[in-house]
């Protein structure tokens, strides 16, 4: 069954700190992988997308990794500030009869305190 | 259009009512995908068009729920006879194939 699952479901940081949000999958065949950032109340805004070649892609503060032997990948956020407040969802790319198709993970909230 | 079109951005219906969700998708995307998102909650799958395929509604809860696409573009997702248990933000999002999904801002539906 194709899936994808994130960890941790929530975490609190304070301004200035890093952290490192999980997704593992298990969709196959993969195409690629992304990570969408969704504010309250908003739709969610691409990151960063990776495919099968691709072990790290960064994007500002925002930096992915992906190992597709291991079918993880990590999403990085350097010295969080209080807007990156949101949640996270990691999205797998999966094709099918020459068609693509998304599946996605519950996603990470993460708040930022000052 | 500049991006996905989503209407109404509220809306508030009674308990039995039917209700109708509109999205129009960035003009020459051929794929097309409804989400619900309930309160805390993650992003729910609920049906899937790529161009002139059947399609896939394998997320649909119940019969109840139905969508269409009119001429590969615009989509109107149907709710029939609503509960409680609808309410929640439903998203829409559209992509050319292979490249990356751009969402609308959801419609929060709210059944009292």
């Known amino acids: 069954k194709n899936q994808v699952e994130q960890s941790p479901q929530s975490l609190i940081i304070l301004e200035g700190k890093n952290c490192t949000l999980q997704?593992?999958?298990?969709?196959?065949?993969?195409?690629?992988l992304r990570w969408y950032k969704q504010d309250t109340g908003r739709g969610p805004v691409s990151l960063t997308i990776?495919?099968?070649?691709?072990n790290t892609k960064s994007n500002g503060r925002y930096t992915a990794t992906l190992d597709a032997d291991t079918k993880q990948s990590s999403l990085h956020i350097t010295a969080s500030q209080l807007s990156d407040s949101a949640s996270y969802i990691c999205?797998?790319?999966?094709?099918?009869?020459?068609?693509?198709?998304?599946?996605f993970g519950t996603g990470t909230r993460l708040k930022v305190l000052a | 259009g500049a991006g996905v079109s989503q209407s109404p951005s509220n809306k508030v219906t009674e308990k039995g009512k039917d209700v109708e969700l509109r999205c129009d998708p960035i003009?020459?995307?051929?794929?097309l995908y409804w989400y619900r998102q309930s309160l805390g909650q993650g992003l729910e799958f609920l049906i899937y068009?790529?161009?002139?395929?059947?399609?896939?509604k394998s997320g649909l809860p119940s019969d109840r729920f139905s969508a269409e696409r009119t001429g590969g573009s615009v989509s109107t997702l149907t709710i029939q006879r609503t509960q409680q248990e609808d309410s929640a933000v439903y998203l829409c999002?559209?992509?050319?194939?292979?490249?990356?999904?751009?969402f609308g801002q959801g419609t929060r539906l709210t059944v009292v």
């Open positions: 990776m495919t099968f070649s691709e």
């Open positions: 997704c593992n999958y298990t969709v196959s065949p993969f195409s690629n």
């Open positions: 003009s020459g995307h051929t794929a």
């Open positions: 068009f790529q161009g002139n395929s059947a399609p896939d």
């Open positions: 999002a559209s992509s050319l194939n292979r490249g990356i999904a751009f």
């Open positions: 999205v797998v790319s999966n094709i099918g009869g020459g068609t693509y198709k998304y599946i």
